[in-house]
């Protein structure tokens, strides 16, 4: 599966190659927000470790434990928020969006650049409308 790529062992020796695992998981139906409906989420995982490396800008991260003592990490470049570790993420299959997907509650939307660009436009609270 492409998404589910492993970083190349000869990329940075430093960092382990755990700490940007994430194993795959059985899809599931939840709630978008996004879609304002019950979708299917057939690309779902859960994450390792901590992320040595922002998935969107690819900034590697010096110390990423200073990131994650924070509510809601999220990149200093770019803002991209981080995935917790022992926590499920998915992708909504209709319109793409990142979700936390924690058992008995809510998904919890993780806004990609364009949904953050747009809540920083028009202030911090975001619907699809």
Avoid at 42 to 48: E, G, K, N, P, V
Avoid at 76 to 102: H, I, N, T, V
Wanted: hydrophobic share 30%; aromatic share 10%.
């Amino acid at each position: 599966m492409r998404w589910f790529k492993r970083p190349k062992s000869g990329d940075n020796p430093n960092k382990s190659l755990q700490s940007q695992e994430r194993f795959p998981l059985v899809a599931r139906h939840a709630w978008c927000s996004v879609c304002q409906q019950e979708s299917r989420f057939t690309r779902i995982w859960r994450r390792a470790a901590m992320m040595g490396q922002c998935p969107c800008c690819q900034l590697v991260f010096e110390e990423p434990e200073q990131l994650y003592r924070r509510f809601q990490p999220a990149c200093p470049r770019c803002a991209e928020p981080l995935e917790q570790p022992q926590f499920d993420y998915g992708f909504c299959d209709r319109c793409g969006s990142k979700f936390e997907l924690m058992e008995g509650a809510k998904p919890g939307l993780l806004p990609n650049k364009r949904q953050r660009d747009e809540m920083n436009k028009q202030g911090k609270s975001w619907s699809p409308i």
